[in-house]
């Protein structure tokens, strides 16, 4: 079982930068791939960034590369999202996941926190 805790989350303006943070604990953080996914209001949940294992492999939505990036600590078994030159349309709540490394499934996720850009 694994379980994740989402950090940092909250209100700024266009162009700021904000950090998330996501701490896992339960079975061993090393061996799963971490993501990050986003909800805005009356819109589905979708995938913004995930890192592997090692944290040598990311991948990103289209919409966030080159502002948001993926990183991980497996010491301090956390992951995290640096935001950077925010937009009011990346106002969500973004949810921390988790899933094996030869699995498709995210089968963990953390409760949400909440990001508010206003323009």
């Known amino acids: 079982q694994v379980q994740l805790v989402e950090s940092g989350g909250g209100l700024v303006q266009a162009g700021d930068s904000l950090r998330l943070s996501c701490a896992a604990s339960?079975?061993?953080?090393?061996?799963?791939?971490m993501g990050w996914f986003r909800q805005a209001p009356g819109k589905e949940r979708e995938f913004v960034a995930s890192?592997?294992?090692?944290?040598?492999?990311?991948y990103y939505a289209d919409s966030v590369k080159g502002r948001l990036t993926i990183s991980r600590d497996n010491a301090k078994k956390t992951v995290y999202l640096q935001m950077n030159s925010l937009k009011p349309e990346d106002t969500a709540v973004y949810y921390c996941?988790?899933?094996?490394?030869?699995?498709?499934?995210?089968?963990?996720w953390g409760q949400g926190t909440q990001v508010t850009v206003s323009s």
């Open positions: 890192i592997d294992w090692s944290g040598t492999s990311t």
């Open positions: 996941a988790a899933r094996g490394p030869f699995t498709t499934s995210w089968n963990y």
């Open positions: 339960g079975r061993t953080f090393s061996d799963w791939v």
